[in-house]
């Protein structure tokens, strides 16, 4: 089945550190993957997505690149700021949505970014 | 600007009473979702609705019950027989099956506790 997996956190960082968080996915065909970002007491935001092999996708300073060969989805910052501090979640798409359009969610990644 | 309202933001339940949480959308998308989020840990979906006046169960609906009648409106009631209700819920919406590489858009979500 489809399947979404995410380092486990919490991360912990020094402002203008390099960030990556990993995500690993288990897929049939070429799903959609995208991340999100969720700030305390907040719902989720959309921070970028990629939507066939090789693509990257970017936004703020972050960046994702799907790997087809490895099942990768890794987001990466060159430069951390405190503001970065939230949740971050790997999600899935399955192709053509599969049956029922559900995003498959990893478990998240809580990032601490200390001035 | 478009976009997913959630009310109320925090909420009271006392034992035994149900309660309904509020999720309005003017994105004219067709498909909507429930997700309860707990400390800590990642989105598990409740019910969702691909079209109006349909719905499905998703993971953990035992103790919810939803409903669809317009398009921009898919209210969740926690209802009494939810023994644990104290979370996090979150409402998602995206456009229908026939665009099946979009991500789904968040609301700030409502915090329900126990009194």
């Known amino acids: 089945g489809n399947s979404v997996t995410q380092m486990e956190g919490p991360v912990t960082l020094s402002e203008e550190a390099f960030l990556t968080i990993n995500c690993t996915y288990t897929?049939?065909?070429?799903?959609?993957l995208f991340w999100y970002v969720q700030y305390p007491g907040e719902g989720l935001q959309l921070l970028l997505k990629?939507?066939?092999?090789?693509d990257k996708g970017s936004n703020k300073g972050f960046e994702a690149t799907y790997r087809k060969e490895t099942t990768s989805f890794h987001l990466e910052k060159g430069s951390v700021q405190v503001s970065d501090s939230a949740v971050y979640f790997c999600?899935?798409?399955?192709?053509?949505?599969?049956?029922?359009?559900?995003?498959?969610f990893g478990t998240g990644t809580l990032l601490a970014v200390q001035p | 600007d478009g976009g997913i309202t959630q009310s109320p933001k925090y909420l009271f339940r006392k034992e035994g009473q149900n309660v309904t949480l509020s999720c309005e959308q003017n994105?004219?998308?067709?498909?909507m979702y429930w997700y309860r989020q707990d400390p800590g840990q990642g989105l598990r979906l409740i019910y969702y609705?691909?079209?109006?006046?349909?719905?499905q169960k998703g993971d953990i609906a035992e103790g919810y019950s939803v409903s669809r009648e317009k398009k921009e409106s898919f209210p969740l009631t926690v209802t009494s027989a939810q023994k644990n209700p104290t979370a996090f819920y979150l409402c998602?919406?995206?456009?229908?099956?026939?665009?099946?590489?979009?991500?789904?858009?968040f609301g700030d979500g409502t915090r329900l506790s126990i009194l």
């Open positions: 609705s691909q079209i109006v006046n349909d719905f």
């Open positions: 897929a049939t065909g070429y799903p959609s």
């Open positions: 999600a899935l798409l399955p192709p053509y949505g599969g049956a029922t359009n559900k995003l498959i």
């Open positions: 994105l004219n998308h067709d498909a």
């Open positions: 998602a919406s995206r456009p229908g099956t026939a665009v099946y590489n979009q991500p789904q858009h």
């Open positions: 990629a939507t066939k092999a090789d």
